[in-house]
């Protein structure tokens, strides 16, 4: 019997090349300012509109400053990207979830929390971290500028059909270990290559007891492992998030859908070209000490020793550590951190701004720390302070900022300084990644919070 995600494909697939690609017919594409200029200035030497513009939405992200949205913009390239993403939607007709709206926010925390993307859907965008959407029960992967274009032009794309994979987490999650702990570990255990060439389906009674963000999170790291995308069939967990969400079903239509989304799964026989299976019980809250995000360890063991490394990556090994300022065999706890970043698409809702407030309550943020707080959208703005959770992190000595990438990435003004440590919340701690010369270590905001209160690594069981 097929995979979930075999299913979703064949119903997608409009023809096959002979001895070529398949072309996928796509639900929904989404676009920011970084990777979309040129694709429409393709559609516009080519004089052609967007075959069906009511399914693409476009939000400015990575770009804009998490501060003084009602200002303009000072960093004149984003500036000018941001400008065009709004003269491009209205040109071609396009819906624009404007930066400092209530709609605006990172693309990849907006799609589901609005109800645009949904179970058994296509969905693709122009970044490699569009793999969060399959949360809903999705088939959602990242995409190069030129096929933004292809996507825009037909409303189809040109796809190898990847393997399939099924990664099952059986057994119960420890105190203090979320959703990013078990994305960082599986990286570690995979490294990041190891998905390369298949799509995931997560299952097992961890991936069943996770809420939706928890999955969204999970999810959004597949890309990390080098997998094409990954994603969790839909289930009674996936229909309470999306039910009554702005652009989901209404009335008999839900219904319909409803019945649907409950067929879209794998069935007991169904074969997958590749299948692992992971133990709770073995993950605890994780660090990366690299610069990828497969170099992790336990928050309370030691970094690996040289003769552990495969000699053909121990050379790469070094040069890691040397950046980073570490040395093989080092233990982490109590490392000073400088810097500390909650937010991203990996970890910008409100479930993560809830779980990083459990810690500092009642406690202030450490001296030496620069703690930027930045929610994944206005919507999740909002909820934090409908919840009171502004409150609980001002008293705690923290600020809010206003929604975007931020210091995920050096694109904008949020940028750690070289030399300098950051725990972050986000997805990637490659050389530079949030800016030259910057140390990224990367781990859940239970982790950032409780380096935030005492300045340190610190083990957040602890404090809890």
Not at 324 to 331: D, I, N, Q, S, V
Not at 340 to 360: P, Y
Request: with cysteine.
């Amino acid at each position: 019997m097929n995979t979930l995600f075999d299913k979703i494909w064949d119903q997608h697939v409009v023809q096959i090349v002979d001895d070529g690609p398949a072309q996928l017919y796509i639900d929904r594409l989404y676009c920011h300012e970084v990777t979309s200029p040129q694709a429409f200035s393709g559609m516009r030497e080519r004089g052609i509109e967007c075959f069906r513009p009511q399914q693409i939405f476009c939000m400015p992200d990575h770009n804009i400053p998490t501060h003084d949205q009602d200002k303009p913009i000072q960093d004149a390239v984003g500036k000018h990207q941001v400008d065009t993403l709004d003269r491009n939607c209205k040109e071609f007709g396009l819906t624009e979830f404007k930066m400092n709206t209530k709609d605006n926010g990172v693309i990849h925390v907006v799609g589901p929390e609005k109800g645009l993307s949904l179970p058994g859907m296509t969905i693709v965008c122009g970044d490699s971290h569009t793999s969060t959407h399959g949360a809903v029960g999705a088939v959602a992967f990242g995409i190069g500028t030129s096929e933004v274009e292809m996507v825009m032009a037909s409303q189809c794309i040109l796809q190898q059909k990847p393997k399939s994979m099924r990664i099952n987490l059986e057994g119960r999650l420890k105190d203090g270990v979320v959703a990013k702990d078990v994305a960082l570990y599986l990286m570690s255990k995979l490294t990041t290559s190891g998905a390369t060439g298949y799509f995931v389906e997560y299952a097992g009674e961890v991936v069943r007891n996770l809420t939706m963000e928890g999955r969204l999170t999970l999810c959004n790291l597949s890309i990390e492992m080098g997998a094409r995308g990954g994603f969790v069939a839909p289930d009674e967990t996936t229909f309470e998030y999306i039910k009554g969400r702005e652009y989901a079903p209404k009335g008999a239509d839900w219904d319909k859908a409803v019945a649907r989304w409950q067929t879209l799964k794998s069935g007991a026989d169904a074969v997958f070209d590749k299948e692992l299976t992971f133990d709770a019980a073995d993950i605890e809250p994780r660090i990366t000490y690299g610069t990828n995000p497969g170099m992790g360890i336990g928050i309370t063991d030691p970094i690996p020793t040289v003769d552990s490394i495969d000699a053909a990556g121990q050379a790469s090994f070094l040069k890691s550590l040397q950046y980073m300022g570490f040395t093989p065999g080092e233990h982490l706890l109590g490392r000073p951190v400088d810097y500390v970043f909650l937010g991203a698409c990996t970890n910008g809702r409100v479930e993560d701004f809830r779980a990083f407030a459990s810690i500092v309550r009642g406690r202030q943020k450490a001296g030496g720390v620069t703690a930027w707080l930045v929610p994944g959208s206005w919507a999740v703005y909002k909820q934090i302070c409908d919840e009171g959770i502004d409150k609980v992190l001002k008293d705690a000595g923290f600020a809010l900022r206003q929604p975007g990438c931020s210091a995920c990435l050096a694109m904008n003004d949020d940028k750690i300084p070289a030399g300098k440590y950051a725990v972050s919340t986000s997805n990637r701690n490659f050389e530079g990644r949030q800016g030259p010369g910057s140390r990224t270590i990367l781990a859940s905001p239970l982790v950032a919070a409780a380096a935030a209160v005492t300045g340190r690594l610190t083990d957040p069981r602890t404090l809890m």
